[in-house]
DNA sequence: CTGAAAGCGCTTACAG
DNA sequence: CTGAAAGCGCTTACAG
């Protein structure tokens, strides 16, 4: 039914290698007859079908974007800047969602194997040592977004540093009992940034509390949901003695922490993080996170290392930035 | 380097038919050389290859989603949607980013010929009578999310009915200069909720103002920003006689609007449109598409065709529905 | 600049 | 239940 490189090939009286050419902008081609060929070939509406390609060349000039849950502002942000680069250099995106749980590993190692493209970007998979060392076996371009691993080029922002930052700001206002609006505990980001707030505290001499530490109920993706917020934030006003000022694990549960506030007329100043960018708006003293920047200069990165394999493995770090809006007034 | 199907079967001692029915659980092979060659292809990391069994089989068990913007709250929860489909039915996801102007039409068909999967999802594309009924030529199964065409299946949302709510019911608390917050005009979103909005006041004997229908300055997303509805509020406040109350095109621009509200001292009762998940949190009075019910459904009616190509055409229409709250108080 | 031919790694009737 | 063989629609040395 739709037409092949044969069909093109007899009707324009060329051979089909000739068809190829002219869809390879290989220019070994006369102008007459690459002229013809794109004539025939526009009548019927041909194009060289994507499959066949992959196969014969081995290779599919598309990058693969790997992801946990895609509905996420972090993603979100990420894969504008992914896209702002790809469109740059002529690529297509392939984005496929693997869900984050016992069998990541196996869905992650699966992706690969499928040989779906030549390059991939990892964003905020979190595998252990030896899983991703298992991963380096493949050879195969891959960078790291929102995560650290020294055999791939990896993109990342200190998580530490930027709960450091929002917890000792918070201090310096005089804070003493400084709370922190947690998620899932296990969850790489919540890790991090527990280090960094509890280096703040201890910098300042202040004990660390555990029970200061507060999360909603909801497990929807980890608990990172304006609902997490809610809950959590409503936990810490009912506590007998209320914390004084509260550090978010990110923007979005700030926003449901600023909702329990307002139905229960109890206000403390928090900060949130990520800067997403809505924050501005509502007035959100944040952590920023260049998420844009992050996934356009991995993508670069990725671009570089599928043309020369040899480069060096590259480890970026951002420093995060503090942003004090009127939420922490 | 990598091992294909012949390794496999060598290795294994049996033919890559043999190899190639294990992988696609068609049940005719005994359990022994089913075992026999799983144990070998595990061992050896072994996985079929995409490309070769598209081209091979001539399907590729992939859904193909095409959206303008990705990093959009509109599609964000239709996306979810579908994953939820998706996953339940085994089938990956390839999402698709083309770019909205003048070449939509050719980057949609580029996509559709070199045929990356046997569905697609349309996501707020929106081409003209013509346009979409050359599509129908291709004979594809395809299915449209916010459009609508009577050639494919569609799975919408009434927007004329929507903004004829929103606008409604502020006019029934009373307001009688009602302004519409808008974004680009030449929009299909924009176009209709147009129609409703004034639809409204009509109905209530009130002359239509174009003074009365404003945006912002900003050309990104077609002007479905916050910045695009901080800019369009503040205008509105400017005027030397601002409206008394607002309907907003979007949830995301009276996010904007909000805050220009705030900045100002000057407060009217607004009320956006969508009900993205946030709004909830900042008591934002809207009008609620069921995003990811339309991403769920559409798909859920793309694979049916899929199967049954001579499925009768649908189309489903939402009904939006109004949901007050802090906002319009 | 152009063509004939081999090959990419699978699937799938067709036999047995 | 299993194998031999053709074919999917391209690309790419190799010749000329």
Sequence with gaps: ?????YDIAKKAGVSIATVSRVFNQSSSVSDATRKKVLEVADKVG????????????????????VVPVISNYFFMEVLSGIQDKLSEMGYELN?????????????????????????????????????????????????????????????SVDNVQGA???????????????????????????????????????E????????????????????????????????????????????????IQAVGALKAMKDTGQRIPIIGYDDIELSEYIGLSTVRQP????GYFATQNLIERMRNKDKAVSQTIYSPELILRSSTD
């Design 1 to 5: 039914m739709a037409s092949t490189i």
């Design 164 to 202: 450091y930052r929002a917890t000792k700001s918070l201090l310096e206002k005089g804070f003493k009992r400084i709370a922190m609006l947690s998620a899932l505990r296990s969850s790489k980001p919540i890790r991090d940034r527990m280090i960094g707030y509890k280096r703040a505290l201890s």
């Design 95 to 155: 984005i496929f969602n693997v869900t984050a749980g016992d069998s990541l590993f196996e869905e992650v190692e699966h992706v690969i194997k499928r040989r779906w493209s030549e390059g991939y970007l990892f964003i905020s998979i979190h595998l252990d040592e030896s899983q991703w060392r298992h991963l380096t076996k493949y050879n195969i371009p891959i960078t790291l977004i929102d995560e650290h691993y020294e055999g791939f080029d990896s993109v």
């Design 204 to 251: 300042k001499g202040i004990e660390f509390c555990d029970t200061l530490v507060v999360s909603g109920d909801t497990e929807y993706r980890d608990g990172f949901t304006e609902k997490g917020g809610y809950e959590a934030m409503r936990k810490m006003l009912k506590m007998k003695e209320p914390p004084e000022a509260c550090f978010c694990a990110s923007d």
């Design 46 to 65: 041909y194009h060289p079908q994507a499959y066949a390609q992959g196969l014969a060349s081995r290779k599919s000039n598309t990058i693969m974007a």
């Design 291 to 294: 998420m844009r920047d992050m």
